[in-house]
Nanobody, 123 residues
Framework: QVQLVESGGGLVQAGGSLRLSCAASGSISSFNSMGWYRQAPGEQRELVSGVTSDGTINYGNSVKGRFTISRDNIKNTVSLQMNSLKPEDTAVYYC?????????????????WGQGTQVTVSS
């Protein structure tokens, strides 16, 4: 069973920085994609950033230019450097990993989530 463990959340003032890390229990090279989502109170969970196994990266529009995702296949971690934080970045951040599985009957996607880490940005 895949386990994802996040760390690095906390309280920071607006304009500050935080770095989130996600450690996977196994080799992340088997994941087709890894990334970060966030969910603020009363809001839907949204994509923050993702990176595929071939290195393709995407960011949510609200974090472009401020956040940077990185993936380390040796350390089995994916990290999110968050700079110029804003109060609207306040949310629980979740690490996500996805694989596509194949059999003679077809293919299906497996999705894994971490437990979440709180990020609070004060104004």
């Amino acid at each position: 069973q895949v386990q994802l463990v996040e760390s690095g959340g906390g309280l920071v003032q607006a304009g500050g920085s935080l770095r989130l890390s996600c450690a996977a229990s196994g080799s992340i090279s088997s994941f087709n994609s890894m990334g970060w989502y966030r969910q603020a109170p009363g809001e839907q969970r949204e994509l923050v950033s993702g990176v595929t196994s071939d290195g393709t990266i995407n960011y949510g529009n609200s974090v472009k230019g401020r956040f940077t995702i990185s993936r380390d296949n040796i350390k089995n971690t994916v990290s999110l450097q968050m700079n110029s934080l804003k109060p609207e970045d306040t949310a629980v951040y979740y690490c996500n990993a996805e694989t596509v599985n194949y059999s003679e009957y077809g293919s299906w996607k497996s999705v894994y989530w971490g437990q979440g880490t709180q990020v609070t940005v004060s104004s």
